[in-house]
């Protein structure tokens, strides 16, 4: 795995299966209603939407690999990512496998702002930001244990790297967590 991947990793990793970063842990969880935030559909130009829709394609895809771990054709990532993302996905869906370990539901992604960012020989960078809620989803083991709730953060900013190559397709490149709650 490449080092600077590495973090991303983690950050994923901990949100699906509990941990804090920092050694933090959190209060635990009540039998509460968890608040709604509620935000105005943003107004994007057609460039901005593909590049969320590809996030939302590249979450549903990496979902139903998770879920489906023993069947999936992993390779299938492929469609929606490329490099680093993608390899790190195969990287994390081989431990799962190792140990037994799928995923339960699948995480949201709201989008809330879309940022063109530069052109270089992959294509034209968008960065997609919003709210990454993990609320209904989890890892668990062959019994449908969860392998890891403590201190799960189940709201939290994210961001997307969206490439749009010269033949218009749209690959998610990067995800990172950001300090910040939605």
Known sequence: MKPWAFPLLVVLICALMGCTLGGEVSPTPTDTEPSTVVTPAPQWTDEEQ???D???????????????IVEADWL???????????????????????????????????????????????????????????????VSDKDGNSVGDDGRRERGLAFFTVIRTEQ???FVSDSTGEDGSC
């Open 76 to 138: 299938d990532i492929f469609q929606v990512a490329m490099y680093p993302l993608s390899d790190n996905a195969q990287e994390m869906w081989q431990n799962w496998f190792t140990q037994g370990w799928h995923l339960e539901g699948a995480p949201v992604f709201t989008p809330t702002q879309v940022q063109m960012g530069p052109v270089n020989h992959e294509g034209q960078r968008y960065y997609v930001y919003g709210c990454y809620v993990i609320e209904d989803s989890f």
């Open 54 to 68: 590809a996030v939302q394609r590249y979450i549903d895809m990496w979902a139903y690999i998770g879920q489906n």
């Open 50 to 52: 593909e590049a969320a």
């Open 168 to 170: 218009g397709e749209h």
